[in-house]
């Protein structure tokens, strides 16, 4: 069975996870989606993601 899951519902899970069962604050969970967001716009965003594609394809095994 293959199960494909987007990266964003799983970091929400992890977030919604980490505010339930470890203690963090929501107002940091707030703030770390902020610089995310803000990230995005700079001149390191084209790395990022082509990190975090890398990164996925790694875990995944690449189907080429």
Same mark, same amino acid.
């Given at each position: 069975?293959?199960?494909?899951?987007?990266? %964003?519902?799983?970091?929400?899970? *992890?977030?919604?996870?980490?505010?339930?069962?470890?203690?963090? &604050?929501?107002?940091? %969970?707030?703030?770390?989606?902020?610089?995310?967001?803000?990230?995005?716009?700079? *001149?390191?965003?084209?790395?990022?993601?082509?990190?975090? &594609?890398?990164? %996925?394809? %790694?875990?995944?095994?690449?189907?080429?």
């Amino acid at each position: 069975m293959n199960v494909s899951l987007p990266l %964003v519902a799983v970091l929400g899970f *992890f977030a919604w996870g980490a505010v339930k069962f470890l203690g963090v &604050r929501i107002w940091i %969970v707030v703030l770390i989606a902020l610089f995310g967001f803000w990230l995005s716009d700079t *001149f390191m965003a084209p790395a990022i993601e082509s990190g975090t &594609r890398s990164g %996925v394809d %790694v875990i995944n095994g690449s189907h080429d």
